[in-house]
């Protein structure tokens, strides 16, 4: 297999849009039987470069080979016919169709005698192979996170693809879905099949990878193998300085509670139970963290929590005032929204492009969104447009937010750029509460590092944040006290616990049934 030609090898890409280089020059080259790690900031060309290489895009310049051999992809499926394939971050999957429905759609056959049965065997056996288990006959609403992203592995498996293409895939994973997913990829090396792993998860990558290439700012800045190299040195390769990965958390003696839940009951939007009697509390000058896989409840919570969502059963107080649960209490509206945010809660939402912003609005209006109403922004009915200016300048530079112009609509930023928006647009009312949904979801390391030390800087200063997150690093990192939720419920409250443990947790094991270690609360 040494003198075998390499998997793929692209040459001298290049990739231009209007006003960007996405790709200058880039050389990429993926060998047979391994795992080739993909890292770059946020706007670094990586998916520029991958969308080239399964016939999403074509390249203005430059060559691929498969095999040895020179192609010319004009669309996915011509990728997909050479035997190259994508997982995305975002399943593409019909919720109402069975697995094997799912990973029949698209294909030339069957053409007019759909055999279900016969089809449901050949995925069972191809799961089983790869130790991807998961119900041929199940609907994919019924499915687990994990469940999902192994229909979207079988469909690639199942149409002969000998390089994968995985965006992001241990975002939605508990960690013992995470080491499943190696063990699959490993048994896919092994057979001599390629893997490309898009990833900012630095420990993840160095776990995995054999190969390493790192992008910024559109070309290859390294080139490692694995074994030699390390996070340190990863990060500085992707932002161009030192990240630090040690966190600068002082010590500080939580105040009173600012925010208490107990018995919080909600539905979702299928109207199924969301939450199920959950209690919890956050102190001032706290982190409270909140670990769930993605859909056991943690969406729905923040969302009863800061008015969007009405809830069935239950109390909410906050700063001593009964918010929901006797006769005083509200429910979800604009009325309770402005009322919350009056009272100092600030929101960080899991969805920063359609709930955080108005993506067509300017930087400049969507920094004051909360602010408007009051002086010296408002001026009678109007807004004072020279002081909202003046405001949104000062925050753009105090948060180092990149961007043309104030006028600039939001929907033009990256990733990164639109949560220091958020966070800026947040902090700068000085929040009592600050509800913060997966605020580093899909950014960078260097992003990463920003939004962390922002969260510090606000629990030093006072405020009560509930942390929700699906990367257990970042939570035991941050967090002075964790809760972890299933199915809607609440499994335990832990100080100090290892990642196993916490995973046990969020996949349904109550704290009180695992043997004694962690810190229980």
Partial sequence: MADAPNAVEMRGICKRFPGVLANDAVDFTLHRGEVHALLGENGAGKS???????????QDSGTIAVDGRPVVFNSPRDAIA??????????????????????????????????????????????????????????????????????????????????????????????QEIGQLF??????????????????????????????????????????????TSREELARLMVGREVLFDLDKQHRDPGEIVLEIDGLKAVNDKGLPALRGVSLNVRAGEIVGVAAIAGNGQSELAEVITGLRPSTDGRMVLHGQTVIGDRAGRQASPRLIRWLIDAGMARIPEDRTHVGTSPNLSVTDNLILKAYRLAPIARGLGINRDR??????????????????????????????LQRLILAREISGKPKVMIAMQPTRGLDVGAIEGVHRLLLEQRQAGSGIL????????LLSLSDRVYVLANGEVMGEVRQADPGTIGMMMTGTRLADLPAKGGAA
């Fill in 388 to 417: 909202a200016r003046t405001q949104a300048g000062e925050l753009r530079q105090e948060y180092d937010i990149m961007v043309p112009t104030l006028e600039t609509p939001v929907r033009m930023l990256s990733g990164g750029n």
């Fill in 183 to 228: 063990d699959t990829l490993r048994a896919m090396t092994a057979e001599g099949k390629s893997i490309v792993f898009i990833s900012h998860k630095l420990h993840e990558v160095t776990a995995i990878a054999d190969c390493i290439t790192v992008l910024r700012k559109g070309t290859v800045s390294a080139a490692r193998m694995a074994a030699e």
């Fill in 48 to 58: 520029t470069l991958m969308n080239i290489l399964t016939g999403l895009y074509r």
């Fill in 82 to 175: 050479h035997g190259i394939g994508m997982v995305h971050q975002h399943f593409m999957l019909v919720p109402t169709q069975t697995v094997t429905e799912n990973i029949l759609l698209g294909l030339d056959r069957p053409r007019f005698v759909l055999r279900l049965r016969e089809y449901e065997q050949a995925i069972a056996a191809l799961g089983q192979r790869y130790g991807l288990h998961v119900d041929p006959q199940a609907k994919i609403w019924q499915l687990s996170v994990g469940e999902q992203q192994r229909v979207e592995i079988l469909k690639m498996l199942y149409r002969g693809v000998q390089v994968l293409i995985m965006d992001e895939p241990t975002a939605v994973l508990a960690p």
């Fill in 467 to 474: 942390l929700v997150s699906e990367e257990l690093e970042e």
